[in-house]
């Protein structure tokens, strides 16, 4: 029976960069918003409302003016969720175009409520308003649960 003999200096030092390197990294922890207000905050922060605003003002009127037989508040509604949606796009401080548009999956959220305002402007009769509210509010969903995997957050 052979007894164990004590690593030399050298053997330590060696063993302690093995250590080093096969050690796993720390992940940085993802912080992402813990509720629903702080979540909506945080999309359509700063410059994002105000264009929100603008882009709504000029779809209800070009609304009432393609869509004279919709209802108000079909239109109202569908007005206020694409600027809405619209504006997600807009790149907030520190991110790029791409970023703010979050590639493939961002498409939905673009087309969904431009499909919306395109079959109200081409007269949608009773139901089919419905359907051009759920379009808008769909892609708006889209858009707003899917923030942190379509794109960087905006901070």
Same mark, same amino acid.
């Given at each position: 029976?052979?007894?164990?003999?004590?690593?030399?200096?050298?053997?330590?030092?060696?063993?302690?960069?093995?250590?080093?390197?096969?050690?796993?990294?720390?992940?940085?922890?993802?912080?992402?918003?813990?509720?629903?207000?702080?979540?909506?905050?945080?999309?359509?922060?700063?410059?994002?409302?105000?264009?929100?605003?603008?882009?709504?003002?000029?779809?209800?009127? *070009? #609304?009432? /003016?393609?869509?004279? %037989?919709? !209802?108000?508040?079909?239109?109202?509604?569908? +007005?206020?969720?694409? =600027?809405? @949606?619209?504006?997600?796009?807009?790149?907030?401080?520190?991110?790029?175009?791409?970023?703010?548009?979050?590639?493939?999956?961002?498409?939905? *959220? #673009?087309? /969904?409520?431009?499909? %919306?305002? !395109?079959?109200?402007?081409?007269?949608?009769? +009773?139901?089919?308003? =419905?359907? @051009?509210?759920?379009?808008?509010?769909?892609?708006?969903?889209?858009?707003?649960?899917?923030?942190?995997?379509?794109?960087?957050?905006?901070?």
């Amino acid at each position: 029976m052979t007894t164990p003999t004590r690593p030399s200096p050298q053997d330590e030092a060696a063993l302690a960069r093995v250590r080093a390197l096969t050690q796993a990294p720390v992940t940085p922890v993802v912080q992402t918003p813990t509720s629903v207000l702080g979540m909506l905050r945080d999309t359509w922060a700063g410059h994002r409302l105000a264009a929100a605003a603008v882009i709504a003002a000029v779809l209800v009127v *070009g #609304l009432v /003016l393609l869509a004279p %037989g919709a !209802s108000w508040g079909v239109v109202l509604l569908v +007005g206020a969720g694409t =600027g809405l @949606a619209l504006a997600t796009y807009l790149p907030a401080a520190g991110q790029s175009l791409g970023q703010a548009f979050g590639g493939t999956c961002g498409i939905a *959220g #673009l087309c /969904l409520p431009l499909l %919306g305002v !395109s079959q109200l402007a081409q007269g949608a009769p +009773g139901t089919a308003q =419905g359907y @051009a509210v759920a379009l808008v509010v769909v892609g708006l969903a889209q858009r707003v649960l899917t923030a942190g995997s379509c794109g960087t957050p905006a901070r």
